[in-house]
């Protein structure tokens, strides 16, 4: 693996997030709080790694090798998806932590009412990942990273 197959991994990472994210709730929402506390330090995990990815490869390339060529309706759509996804990754890693913090003091109740937040943002950036590195590499990639006919 090297530093231009980052995005593709950072993909993987992201959906890995969302699958946990999303098995996560679906066992607190049934009790299984064991369960629930496996897969969210696994989505911990894969979204800390996925940061990790994200800022080595931006860190090696910087922006060059993100724009978004595509024209007609898609653009706007790309542009809204990507915008609100940025805010919201921003949102995100402040909210995970302040989220955790509770679990650590065993205020349960906090940790709750705060984990209600922060699961579907998480989740929305989770996904918004992984469709933005889909539109941008693999729909519509730009002319140098296109497959030959």
């Known amino acids: 693996m090297s530093i231009p197959d980052l995005p593709a991994v950072n993909a993987s990472l992201n959906f890995l997030s969302t699958i946990f994210i999303s098995a996560g709730w679906y066992f607190i929402r049934r009790g299984f709080w064991r369960q629930h506390i496996a897969c969210m330090i696994a989505a911990t995990v894969s979204s800390t790694l996925f940061l990790t990815g994200y800022l080595v490869y931006h860190a090696h390339f910087g922006e060059r090798s993100t724009h978004f060529t595509a ?17 919201l990754a921003f949102v995100t890693l402040p909210l995970v932590v302040v989220t955790l913090i509770p679990v650590f003091r065993r205020t349960w109740d906090r940790h709750r ?8 943002i998480w989740l929305y950036v989770s996904v918004t990942g992984v469709l933005v ?11 140098n990273l296109a497959p030959a006919p």
Do not use: D, N, Q
């Open 133 to 143: 590195y889909l539109m941008l590499y693999k729909w519509f990639p730009p002319p």
């Open 113 to 120: 009412r705060i984990g209600r937040w922060t699961m579907p």
């Open 71 to 87: 024209g007609g309706i898609v653009r706007p759509l790309y542009f809204a998806m990507l915008i609100s996804h940025i805010v």
